[in-house]
T-cell receptor
Framework: AQKVTQAQTEISVVEKEDVTLDCVYETRDTTYYLFWYKQPPSGELVFLIRRNSFDEQNEISGRYSWNFQKSTSSFNFTITASQVVDSAVYFCALRGDSGYALNFGKGTSLLVTP | NAGVTQTPKFQVLKTGQSMTLQCAQDMNHNSMYWYRQDPGMGLRLIYYSASEGTTDKGEVPNGYNVSRLNKREFSLRLESAAPSQTSVYFC?????????????FGDGTRLSIL
């Protein structure tokens, strides 16, 4: 069985603060992929990043960074110097080599206020 | 620039009515998926089609049927709609190597059943 837990239901920060969104996963698969998606208020799902189980290198893309740690089964997402446009629901998802579909966490709703 | 196109975008049904949600992708992807999104539940897989001519049940298939009409199109049918099927429905597609590729999502269909 595969499971993704996003313990933070809602987070509220003031613009320019840094914020970290937590993601913990469970899988028995040796090979698996982790994803983050953003769902802005308009409702579409926007792909942000994919990380495979063999690559624990952290990644930075502009104000976004991701910290993948197999030892703690976590794939956390940090937004540096948050902006109002970052307000959205963020989903962490997992796909293992035993199935086709993505297993989503319940999402973290991030509100960035001016 | 179309990607994954879902129709309709909004629909209101009465209990017991039937309806088909349409999905088409223009990325020549082999795999297609239907998810539903409910408040606080994240996205859950209803059905998927790994390749043209095949369909399989996901996590929550009861009350739904699907048809993979051709490589481009994957429809979801509610034969007798129930209020519990009020949700936002997302169609997605991915390339043959489904472990590597991110899933590309449509903009969603917001379905209300009265």
């Amino acid at each position: 069985a595969q499971k993704v837990t996003q313990a933070q239901t809602e987070i509220s920060v003031v613009e320019k603060e840094d914020v970290t969104l937590d993601c913990v996963y469970e899988t028995r698969d040796t090979t698996y992929y982790l994803f983050w998606y953003k769902q802005p208020p308009s409702g579409e799902l926007v792909f942000l990043i994919r990380r495979n189980s063999f690559d624990e290198q952290n990644e930075i893309s502009g104000r976004y960074s991701w910290n993948f740690q197999k030892s703690t089964s976590s794939f956390n997402f940090t937004i540096t110097a948050s902006q109002v446009v970052d307000s959205a629901v963020y989903f962490c998802a997992l796909r293992g080599d035993s199935g086709y579909a993505l297993n989503f966490g319940k999402g973290t709703s991030l509100l960035v206020t001016p | 620039n179309a990607g994954v196109t879902q129709t309709p975008k909004f629909q209101v049904l009465k209990t017991g009515q039937s309806m088909t949600l349409q999905c088409a992708q223009d990325m020549n992807h082999n795999s297609m998926y239907w998810y539903r999104q409910d408040p606080g539940m994240g996205l859950r897989l209803i059905y998927y089609s790994a390749s043209e001519g095949t369909t399989d049940k996901g996590e929550v298939p009861n009350g739904y049927n699907v048809s993979r009409l051709n490589k481009r199109e994957f429809s979801l049918r509610l034969e007798s709609a129930a209020p519990s099927q009020t949700s936002v429905y997302f169609c997605a597609s991915s390339d043959l190597d489904t472990l590597v590729q991110p899933q590309h999502f449509g903009d969603g269909t917001r379905l209300s059943i009265l």
